[in-house]
Structure formats: structure tokens, C-alpha cells
């Protein structure tokens, strides 16, 4: 996008339907005095846009405050911008719903057509709901407001109003006094005017749109600055004369206009026009219904998709960021901000949802000031394209500004401030129970997984048994010199709840025995290695710890190959826990016979773990100078379509990895039994894991598992990490959806 792009994208987020739903509210709590709040809340807003433009010019990416909050801030600052800013725009929305619904309201009853009351339900609220409902089923079907289109809206919106400026200001000119609409000025003094300015506030907090574009803007270091300026300079002076030709322009009889706008609430505008020219009230709310619903696109796209970005960040559950399969848009969390959006526009009333938005805003911009002084301390490596002057006090000044806007408040609207108050005690009960520890969790995943990217590899093998130690030692060492990696020989000794861990030291001495021959074959083989002993409470917690302390990428365990159900109930804690450390993981089911490993078996199957086996072949292969043979099993039954398909999918896989490999197809009248019969001649079945919760792979029904205890020969599972919801949300979604519809972001 170009500058001019960039601009109206801010100038159309801001002349939006709060300069159409709310002025005559507003003119109503400040009088003509509605000109000093519009004119300070520019101020106000310009001081905030100021960091906007020195962040956005050097952080390109999108996101916008949640981001630049995460960066500056301590974790917990960065989830509740999320949290808050997730609020502040589905709450914004119902806003804009409720002003869709009185606008939609009086063009029906201008026909003859009334919408019946539902109980409490007001035909206005009844609308709201309808049409947040039909812009979140826009936004699940991936049509938002965009490019040129959206240009042209704004630029629709821009020249309604300059109509209504124009007619007014000829009709206030045309009166012989035409100050006496505006005497007294401040009817409700600086309490009103303050009161007025946070009412009001949300119209000014566009601009912020424009750094959420960031990465399709050209040259943002530039034009971010100069478009948020820019956006600020166009509207500021649209929204004073609007208030002018509003208030002076009207005629009330033996009302005063601030009291005839209050009175027409958000149809103030429409009140005002009519008596401009005939069709005149038909413009305005076209206008209005044009922004309203330019506004709740928006706005359903922006809070739907903070809340996508906490689901990705793994601060939400997972399923918000599923995208949908065809639509590819993350239709639970547009479903979710739905919720919140019809809950407030139907439950309240508009100015206290106007309210709530607003604090939501005050408080959100508060916390990107604070970042910016922080980041600019923090950060003075950023190339930074614009710098705000007279740093920090500009900053500071904004700071308090937005502070007492937001605290003054509470004169206007206590139910806005309860309703604020408990979303963000409730979402810091969420971190702190909840997202502190996903977000840790998700951390240690990115950070392993960019080790592995810059190849760094550590692989960790679990010795407990003489018996499997060569085995998993063998395939530690395939790996280690396939990516240059070194071995870490772990034995934990499990100490008994209740006991110090101190009182199992002296039995160190005798597993010693164990590392001799891991380590002389890490010798042989020229690998780096080295030797741990760790006491714990829990085997698997102890391993898992000791892969998070020494950052290993691949953790190597073994198995026994037909558990008993106790054997069974230790090894699915063991797998269980695994899930929590971000690595990978091989898992030895049996121990390699005494001629070694010549033929490898892989089982196909589309899922990331064996994917996995298909990287991990090619090491153990070299190692053991062995034959690669990928089977593909069928059913009776599957069509000739179906298996080309997936045959050709084996060839692309198989030249993805480089593999030196055979391709078995087999007809069988299960695949069970199939790779029974190919496993025959096998040294080694290589598989993809098992995925699941302890309860899944204690109970469910399992090919891996029946494969696994089946087979003569030893089966080595590797599994990638993943991270999983919990066990009764993966059952109900399996149940529910048969396991297919999303996609992971």
C-alpha cells in the first residue's frame, strides 16, 4: 500500500460509526463545549500516535500494540494488551452493531414495517445481533474489507459528511445570530467536557490500524509516520466541524440543540439533516449505515484475529488458531469474539458499551506509551524512522492523560468500569493459571525448533536397562554423526515421595556400570558425550527436566516390547510427559538383534511423525550399512484413485528425504496384516509414534500399538513434538468433527 493507501486506511477506521453514533450522546453530556473534547481528545491522540509512529517505523510486523507490549513490557503486560485489546475491539463492534441496529430500526419503520420487541430484546438490540452475526459469517468466509474498496467507502464516508458540513454551516451563516447556538458554552463545565472526550475517544483510536498493517505498507520506516499524522490531521478537523454544523444548524423550538442532539442520541445526525434538504436524512444514513457496517467488518477482522494471535502464541487454547480447511480464516476465534460482541450489545446499554470500549482503549494505548519508553531504552539498536520529540515527557504527558480520562470515567459510567474491571481480573487469573505456563512451554518449542533450523544438535539417551543399552546407544550415535551432534548418557534414580533426594546418593556407584559400554561406543565412534546421573522424584520428570536444562533437540528412550498393563500404565506416563519437552523424541520397543540391523521396515502413514521416520532412515541406514523399504498397505476395497495418490504422495517423500528406498505395495484385507507379513524379513521397524493423551494411549484402539507388541523384530517409534489440547477437548472435537475441518496455524 501506498502512503495515500496507508492514510485512508487510518482516516476511514477513524470517521467511522462513532462520529455517527455518538456525537449527539456526547453533545448531550458537554454542550457546545463538545468542540474543547474533540479538540483535546485530538491532542490526547496525537500524543499516543506519536509512539505509534516511532514503533510501527521500526517493528514491520503485523500485530501493532499487542506486539510491541510483549517486546517492552514483562510477560504478563504483553498477554493482558491482548487480552484487552481482544475486548476493546469486540466491544467497539457492538458498538458499531448497535448503531447499525438503530439506523437499520428507523429506515424499516420509515416504510410501515415494525420490528416486534422480544422481551427485553429492543428491536434495536435484536438487529445488533443479527448483523454481528452476519459479518462474522462474512469474516468466516475470508470476505473483509480491503484495498481499493475500502478506499472508496472511506472516501464515501468523507464526502457525506462534508455535504452535511457544507448545508449546515450555510444554514448556521444564514442566521442572524448565529452564536447563540453555542451560548452558554461549557453548560456542564470541564466535568462534562472530560466526561465527553472518553465517551468519545473511541472515534480517535484508528489510526492504530495503520500500524497493524504494517507489513503491506511500502516503505513503512516512512510512510507509518507520516500516514498516522497525516490520518490525524484529516479527521480532528472533519469531527469539529460536524459538531459546529450539528449544533448550529439545528432549529429545536424551545429546546437547546445540545439537548435536541442528546435527545435523537445516535439518530442525531439524522435528525439534524432532515431539515437540510429533502433526501437529506436518506444521506446521512446511508453514511451511517455504510459506516456502521465498514466498521463492524473491521472490527470482527481485528478482534477475532488478537485473538487468533494469543491462540497462536499459545496464550489461548489451541483451537484459536485453527484455520478453517476451505475458508482458511480462525473461525473459533471469530465464533468466540462473536459471543463477547452480541453478549455486550444486547445486555447494555450503548453508552456504557461506548464507555467500556473507550476505557478499553484509554488503558491499552497507556500500556504501548510505557513500551515505547521502554524499548526505546531497551532497544537503541532499532533503526527507528521517526523519533518522538522532547523524549520522555511527551510520552509522560499522554501517559497521564490517558490515565485520567480513563479513572474520570467512572463519573460517567461505573457499570462501563465493573464491566473493564472484571475482564482484566479474569484474564489475569487466565495467566496466571493458565497461559504463563503455555507461554513458557511454547517459548522452550521455538527456541528448540530454531536450534534445530542453525543445526545444533544434542541428543540425550535414557539408560536403565544393560540390556537395551547398545541398542539405544546405536541409534544416538547414527544420528549424533549424521548432524555433527554430541550425546548426553542419562540414568535417573527415582526417589520416593516423602525422601530427600540426598538419601539415594550413595547408590550412584552402582549404575555406574551402565555408562561403560555407552560410552565406549561413543569412543569408538569419535562422539562427543558426557555422563549424568539424575535423582528425582519421577523417572519421566527427571528426564524431561534434564532435556530442558541441557536444550536437547532428540531424546532416545527404551521400551520393553510386549508390556504387561503396569509395564503399560509407566510407559504412557513416560510418553505422556515427553509431550511436555520440546524435542524430539525415539522411542526403542526391544533391543537390536546380536547380526545387527540390515533391513529397515517403515510403515507409511500422512502425519508428521513419519515424516519424521522418513528424516530419521537415511542416519540409521549409513550407520548400519542397511536396505530402506517403505511399505504401503491396502485395504480391499480402496480405489485405484486413492492408491496412485498415495503412492505418488510415498515418491514425493521419499525424494523430498534423498531416500535410497524400495516401495512395497501390498493388498490386504487389513493393514494389520499386511505389515505383519513385510515385517517377516525386517531387522528393524521403523514407525511414527503415537499421538494422545495418557488416557488415549492407555485405552484407545492403536495400528502403532498393535503393530508394535505384533511384529518379531524390534520397532523403534519416533515422534515429533506437539502440543496437545487436553484429553476431554480432543474427545469431544473427535467425536464432534471426526477428527478433520482445521488446520493448525
Not at 230 to 241: A, F, G, K, Q
Not at 278 to 292: A, D, F, K, P
Not at 722 to 740: A, C, N, V
Amino acid at each position: 500500500m501506498t502512503l495515500a493507501d496507508a492514510t485512508l486506511i487510518g482516516v476511514g477506521a477513524m470517521i467511522g460509526a462513532g462520529i455517527f453514533v455518538l456525537i449527539g450522546i456526547a453533545a448531550g453530556v458537554a454542550g457546545p463545549a463538545l468542540l474543547v473534547a474533540f479538540l483535546l481528545n485530538g491532542l490526547v491522540a496525537l500524543l499516543t500516535a506519536m509512539s505509534y509512529a516511532e514503533l510501527g517505523s521500526c517493528f514491520h510486523d503485523a500485530g501493532g500494540g499487542y506486539l510491541w507490549v510483549k517486546e517492552g513490557l514483562p510477560k504478563w503486560n504483553g498477554f493482558l494488551s491482548g487480552w484487552m485489546s481482544w475486548f476493546a475491539h469486540a466491544v467497539a463492534c457492538s458498538l458499531y452493531a448497535i448503531g447499525f441496529g438503530a439506523y437499520f430500526e428507523f429506515v424499516i419503520n420509515e416504510f410501515g414495517f415494525v420490528v416486534p420487541h422480544w422481551g427485553f430484546l429492543s428491536p434495536q438490540k435484536v438487529l445488533a445481533a443479527v448483523v454481528a452475526m452476519v459479518f462474522a459469517y462474512i469474516n468466516f468466509r475470508g470476505a473483509s474489507e480491503t484495498g481499493k474498496v475500502g478506499n472508496f467507502v472511506t472516501i464515501a464516508k468523507i464526502v457525506i459528511l462534508a455535504i452535511f458540513v457544507g448545508f449546515g454551516l450555510s444554514l448556521m451563516f444564514g442566521k442572524s445570530d448565529w452564536t447563540a447556538p453555542f451560548t452558554p458554552f461549557m453548560t456542564n463545565g470541564w466535568g462534562g467536557v472530560f466526561k465527553a472526550m472518553g465517551l468519545t475517544f473511541i472515534a480517535f483510536q484508528g489510526f492504530e490500524v495503520i500500524a497493524q498493517s504494517s507489513e503491506e505498507i511500502q516503505n513503512p520506516q516512512k510512510n507509518i509516520p507520516r500516514a498516522t499524522f497525516l490520518s490525524l490531521l484529516i479527521v480532528v478537523p472533519i469531527y469539529l466541524l460536524v459538531a459546529v454544523a450539528a449544533l448550529g444548524s439545528v432549529n429545536p423550538g424551545t429546546m437547546t440543540p445540545w439537548d435536541y442532539l442528546a435527545k435523537n442520541k445516535e439518530l442525531a445526525l439524522v435528525a439534524v439533516a432532515r431539515h437540510f434538504f429533502y433526501g437529506g436524512g436518506v444521506m446521512i444514513l446511508v453514511g451511517g449505515l455504510i459506516s456502521t457496517m465498514s466498521a463492524l467488518n473491521a472490527t470482527v477482522y481485528s478482534s477475532s484475529r488478537v485473538a487468533f494471535a494469543l491462540g497462536r502464541d499459545r496464550n489461548f487454547p489451541g483451537f484459536f488458531s485453527r484455520v478453517h480447511h476451505r475458508n482458511f480464516t480462525p473461525h473459533w476465534a471469530i465464533l468466540i469474539s462473536l459471543v463477547i460482541i452480541v453478549l455486550m450489545a444486547v445486555s447494555l446499554p450503548i453508552e456504557d458499551v461506548a464507555s467500556a470500549a473507550d476505557i478499553m482503549f484509554l488503558l491499552l494505548f497507556l500500556q504501548v506509551n510505557i513500551a515505547m519508553i521502554r524499548l526505546r531504552k531497551k532497544r537503541p539498536d532499532l533503526d527507528r524512522g521517526f523519533l518522538v520529540p522532547l523524549f520522555p515527557w511527551i510520552t509522560v504527558i499522554g501517559i497521564v492523560l490517558l490515565l485520567f480520562l480513563a479513572v474520570y470515567m467512572l463519573n460517567y459510567s461505573l457499570v462501563a468500569w465493573i464491566v473493564t474491571g472484571v475482564w482484566i481480573a479474569i484474564g489475569l487469573v487466565v495467566y496466571r493459571f493458565y497461559a504463563s505456563g503455555r507461554e513458557i512451554e511454547h517459548v522452550r518449542k521455538v527456541r528448540a525448533l530454531e536450534r534445530i533450523e542453525k543445526k545444533e544438535y544434542s541428543i540425550m539417551v535414557s539408560i536403565s536397562s544393560p540390556r537395551t543399552v547398545g541398542s539405544l546407544t546405536q541409534i544416538a550415535l547414527s544420528m549424533a554423526k549424521k548432524h555433527q551432534a554430541k550425546i548426553i548418557f542419562l540414568h535417573v534414580i527415582e526417589v520416593e515421595e516423602g525422601q530427600k533426594l540426598a538419601s539415594r546418593r550413595d547408590v550412584t556407584e552402582e549404575v555406574r556400570a551402565l555408562f561403560e559400554k555407552a560410552e565406549e561406543l561413543a569412543d569408538n565412534a569419535g562422539i562427543s558425550h558426557r555422563s549424568l546421573i539424575k535423582l528425582s522424584h519421577r523417572i519421566s520428570q527427571g528426564i524431561v527436566d534434564t532435556a530442558l536444562e541441557e536444550e536437547c533437540n532428540f531424546i532416545v528412550i527404551g521400551r520393553l516390547k510386549k508390556p504387561n498393563f503396569l509395564d503399560r500404565i509407566f510407559s504412557t506416563l513416560i510418553y505422556n510427559v515427553l509431550q511436555k519437552s520440546p524435542s524430539e523424541a525415539a522411542i526403542l520397543h526391544g533391543e537390536f538383534p546380536p547380526g545387527g540391523v540390515r533391513n529397515i521396515l517403515i510403515p507409511y502413514g500422512s502425519n508428521i511423525h513419519t515424516r519424521l521416520a522418513l528424516e530419521v532412515a537415511p542416519a540409521l541406514a549409513e550407520f548400519f550399512r542397511a536396505k530402506i523399504q517403505i511399505a504401503v498397505v491396502f485395504e480391499y476395497g480402496v480405489s485405484k484413485p486413492e492408491r496412485d495418490a498415495m503412492i505418488h504422495e510415498i515418491q514425493d517423500r521419499v525424494e523430498e528425504y534423498s531416500l535410497d528406498a524400495d516401495i512395497a505395495v501390498v493388498k490386504e484385507r487389513d493393514v494389520l496384516q499386511g505389515i505383519l507379513r513385510l515385517s517377516r524379513k525386517a531387522d528393524l521397524v521403523l514407525m511414527g509414534g503415537r499421538t494422545g493423551g495418557h488416557v488415549e494411549l492407555l485405552f484407545a484402539e492403536s495400528l502403532t500399538r498393535d503393530i508394535t507388541e505384533q511384529v518379531v523384530c524390534p520397532v523403534l517409534w519416533v515422534k515429533e513434538y506437539e502440543e496437545h489440547e487436553p484429553f476431554w477437548r480432543s474427545l469431544l472435537w473427535s467425536r464432534s468433527h471426526g477428527g478433520k475441518g482445521d488446520q493448525d496455524e
